[in-house]
T-cell receptor, first 113, second 113 residues
Framework: AQSVTQLGSHVSVSEGALVLLRCNYS??????LFWYVQYPNQGLQLLLK??????LVKGINGFEAEFKKSETSFHLTKPSAHMSDAAEYFC???????????FGKGTHLIIQP | DGGITQSPKYLFRKEGQNVTLSCEQN?????MYWYRQDPGQGLRLIYY???????QKGDIAEGYSVSREKKESFPLTVTSAQKNPTAFYLC????????????FGPGTRLTVL
């Protein structure tokens, strides 16, 4: 069985500050990992994904994440927060099949002016 | 434009009534999924289908039913047996294997009165 833990249901940062959203996973097989973003009352949009190539993955909107096997982590970062980054962020894991993703509970990112 | 459509955006039903949520995709994807989203709970998998005329239960299938008669369509019926049907429902699709991105529709917010 696989699971995802996102530390912090809410994270607040100032505009221009570093964004760090934490994700830890457990998986019985080498995982594929994803970060999605959701704006209010909308579907999910893929930010980036790790599929066992480079451990540092760059995504859209200036986000990146680093896969650390020893720490079973896949934290999401952005050097400088923008007001438009305010949204819900979900980390998800796949066991390499097509039988659905397992999601974390999400982190609501708040950007303070 | 290719994508996933869900209709309606908002749906209201009386308790005890069955209701069907529509999901259509024109991405030529083989696999389709239904997730349920509740505040602070992340997304949980209800049903998924990897090919036409075949589908599997996800983690929270009780009180739901699906069909997959066409590749493009994967409707979800919320039956009266579902104890807490009020939620945001998201449909997704992907081409096949676990490295592939799941693309999400805009969601349907179901409220049972």
């Amino acid at each position: 069985a696989q699971s995802v833990t996102q530390l912090g249901s809410h994270v607040s940062v100032s505009e221009g500050a570093l964004v760090l959203l934490r994700c830890n996973y457990s998986s019985s097989v080498p995982p594929y990992l994803f970060w999605y973003v959701q704006y209010p009352n909308q579907g999910l949009q893929l930010l980036l994904k790790y599929t066992s190539a480079a451990t540092l993955v760059k995504g859209i909107n200036g986000f990146e994440a680093e896969f650390k096997k020893s720490e079973t982590s896949f934290h999401l970062t952005k050097p400088s927060a923008h007001m438009s980054d305010a949204a819900e962020y979900f980390c998800a894991v796949s066991d390499r099949g097509a039988d659905g993703l397992t999601f974390g509970k999400g982190t609501h990112l708040i950007i303070q002016p | 434009d290719g994508g996933i459509t869900q209709s309606p955006k908002y749906l209201f039903r009386k308790e005890g009534q069955n209701v069907t949520l529509s999901c259509e995709q024109n991405l030529n994807h083989d696999a389709m999924y239904w997730y349920r989203q509740d505040p602070g709970q992340g997304l949980r998998l209800i049903y998924y289908s990897q090919i036409v005329n075949d589908f599997q239960k996800g983690d929270i299938a009780e009180g739901y039913s699906v069909s997959r008669e066409k590749k493009e369509s994967f409707p979800l019926t919320v039956t009266s047996a579902q104890k807490n049907p009020t939620a945001f429902y998201l449909c997704a699709s992907q081409t096949g294997g676990g490295t592939d991105t799941q693309y999400f529709g805009p969601g349907t917010r179901l409220t049972v009165l």
